[in-house]
């Protein structure tokens, strides 16, 4: 019979761990007047944005900021090199168009010569096998992903932890309510005619 090991870790060690990480108190201060700069392991920050807006734009360049090296090859990337958890609700995340993201940025501030023979494809792959995705589809979905995730930022060094389209849910919510209620009225209106049918 297989035996099971169940990893403990005390609040010492976590904290020491959690020191190790890479810093990235600048990742949102350019949108922030400097009193009230987010601080790292502290601030808790919602970015909302015009509806009309494409949003992926901000999240890619967010996430890609903060996978990305400092340097490669003697190019400066301004990049955290640290790992980010990303809980993506609805469904809306595309790893595939955050992948042409990263890589035409790539092209942009590097030239192809830099790159050797399949380098290129090997240095992509790394840069986003640091972004760790969960989807969730129902607010129940969304506490377990929440429950999940100590496991992942206990395994990978996350520095960030993101969740897109959080509104996402209000909707389905409100579907759920509004059959929910057509139900009830639908119940009601059968048992008032039963009421009536058996007393007339």
Known sequence: MASTSISVETGSVL?????????????????F????????????IEVCQPSS?????????????????KT??????????????????????????????VRRHLQDE??????????????LEEILSRVHIIRVFTDCELLL?????REVIKQHPVSCLMISAMNAFTYLERLRYNSWKSLKVELTSQLCNCYNYGFK
């Open 33 to 44: 007047p400097n009193q009230y700069a987010p601080q790292s392991g502290k601030s808790l």
């Open 53 to 69: 807006c494409e949003c992926s734009e901000f999240l890619h360049q967010k996430l890609m900021q903060c996978v990305l090296p």
């Open 110 to 123: 590097i030239p192809a010569l830099k790159f050797e023979h399949n380098q290129y494809e090997v240095f």
């Open 145 to 149: 992903a929440f429950s999940y995730s």
């Open 15 to 31: 904290l020491v761990r959690s020191q190790n990480r890479p810093y990235i108190d600048s990742l949102l201060s350019d949108h």
């Open 72 to 101: 490669f090859s003697g190019f400066h990337l301004n990049g955290y090199n640290t790992h980010c958890l990303l809980i993506d609700c609805g469904g809306r995340f595309y790893a595939s168009k955050f992948g042409e993201f």
